[in-house]
C-alpha cells in the first residue's frame, strides 16, 4: 500500500501531464485550400464560428479562392472582403484580408493593398506572415518613391505619389521598429525628402537612423549623405555658418568613425571645402573691423578664428599676414597718441 505522499506526488504528475498536453494543443492549425475539397482546416484548427454563419464564410471563402484561380480578380476581392468584415475573429479573418492584400497589389492598387496588410498587422499581430507582411509594405513605399502610379478601379492610372511614400515608410518603421526594415525605411524617408527638396526633414531622418540604429550597415552612408546634406545648404562664407559647422561635424565623426570605409576621400574632401567656407567666413568678418572700423582687437579675434577653423590652408597664411599688418597698425597709432600728446600747447592771442 502506498504512503499518502506517494499518492499525492502521483497526482501531481498526472495534473502535470494533463496540463501539458492541454497548453500543446494548438488553438488555431492550418487553413488549408486544395482545389479539389476548398478550404479546410487542419491541424486541430477552430473556425470560431457555429451553425450558418460557419457554413456561410466557408462558402465565401471558396467562391472567393475559386474566382481567384479563375482570374477574376473582381470577384475574389468582393467576397474576401465581405469576409474581413463580417467573419472578423474567426479563422478565415486574417486568410481573407491577407489574400486581399495580394489581390489588390497584383492590381496595382498600392493604397488599398498597403491598408489591407495593415490590417493584417493591427487586428492580427502574431501572425506567422507578420515578416512578410511588413516586406510587401516596404516594397509598396518604395515603387511608389520611385515612381509607381496607384491605380483607382485596378485600371486608371493616378498621379505620382512621394508624399504617401514616404508616409508608408514610416509605418513601416513604426510596425516594426527592430527589424531589418526599419533602418532601410528611415534611409529611403531621407532619399525621398532630397528627391522632394526637403532638405530639414531629410536630416531629421537621417539623424534618426544614426541615433537609432547606430550598429545597421547603412549607419555609415547616413553620417555621409547627413553631413553632405548639411553642406548643400551652405550659401558661402558671407553667410550663416551653422550649416557648415554641423556639415564639418558630420565628416569628422565619419572619418573617425569608420576610417576603412571606401568614401572617406569624399568625406575628407567635403571636410576641406567646408572648412575653407568657415575660415574665409572669419576672414570676412575679420577685414571688416579691421579695414572698416579701424576695431584692432575684434579684428585680431576673427583672424585668429579663421587660423583655428584651418590651420595648415593658404587661409591661414593669409590670416596670420593680416595680423601682422594689425601689429604695425596699433604700433602706428600708439606712435601718434604718444606723439600728440607731447607737443607743446598752443597759445591764444598770446593770453595764455
Known amino acids: ?190 532619399r525621398a525628402h532630397q528627391r522632394l527638396g526637403n532638405d530639414i526633414e531629410a536630416i531629421d531622418a537621417l539623424d534618426r537612423m544614426i541615433n537609432f540604429y547606430p550598429q545597421s550597415i547603412l549607419t555609415p552612408d547616413a553620417y555621409l549623405k547627413l553631413a553632405e546634406t548639411h553642406a548643400s545648404l551652405v550659401d558661402g562664407p558671407e553667410y550663416d555658418q551653422a550649416s557648415t559647422r554641423e556639415a564639418i561635424t558630420y565628416f569628422e565623426d565619419f572619418i573617425i568613425l569608420f576610417p576603412s570605409d571606401t568614401s572617406v576621400a569624399n568625406a575628407e574632401r567635403g571636410l576641406t571645402s567646408m572648412k575653407e567656407v568657415l575660415a574665409e567666413s572669419k576672414m570676412t568678418i575679420a577685414e571688416f573691423y579691421f579695414k572698416r572700423r579701424s576695431n584692432f582687437r575684434a579684428a585680431r579675434v576673427f583672424y585668429n578664428e579663421a587660423i583655428t577653423a584651418f590651420p595648415d590652408s593658404a587661409i591661414a597664411e593669409r590670416a596670420r599676414s593680416e595680423l601682422v599688418k594689425i601689429d604695425e597698425a596699433e604700433a602706428n597709432r600708439a606712435a601718434r597718441a604718444e606723439s600728440a600728446s607731447g607737443s607743446p600747447r598752443r597759445k591764444f592771442l598770446g593770453l595764455f
Open 1 to 190: 500500500m502506498s504512503s499518502p505522499l506517494a499518492r499525492a506526488f502521483r497526482q501531481l504528475s498526472l495534473v502535470t501531464v494533463f496540463l501539458a498536453c492541454l497548453f500543446s494543443l494548438p488553438a488555431r492549425g492550418e487553413l488549408v485550400w486544395t482545389p479539389g475539397t476548398g478550404w479546410r482546416m487542419e491541424g486541430g484548427v477552430l473556425s470560431g464560428l457555429i451553425g450558418d454563419e460557419a457554413n456561410n464564410a466557408l462558402e465565401l471563402m471558396n467562391r472567393a479562392r475559386r474566382a481567384e484561380e479563375q482570374g477574376n480578380d473582381r470577384t475574389a476581392m468582393r467576397a474576401y472582403d465581405r469576409v474581413s468584415k463580417r467573419y472578423v475573429n474567426s479563422v478565415y479573418g486574417p486568410e481573407a484580408v491577407y489574400r486581399l492584400a495580394r489581390l489588390r497589389l497584383a492590381n496595382r492598387q498600392y493604397f488599398k493593398a498597403f491598408e489591407a496588410f495593415q490590417i493584417i498587422v493591427s487586428r492580427y499581430p502574431n501572425t506567422p506572415r507578420f515578416n512578410e507582411v511588413v516586406g510587401e509594405q516596404y516594397r509598396i513605399a518604395s515603387a511608389l518613391m520611385d515612381g509607381a502610379r496607384n491605380r483607382t478601379w485596378g485600371w486608371l492610372p493616378g498621379f505620382r505619389n512621394r508624399d504617401q511614400a514616404i508616409r508608408y515608410f514610416e509605418q513601416v518603421i513604426i510596425n516594426a521598429p527592430y527589424s531589418d526594415y526599419a533602418p532601410l525605411a528611415l534611409m529611403n524617408v531621407a
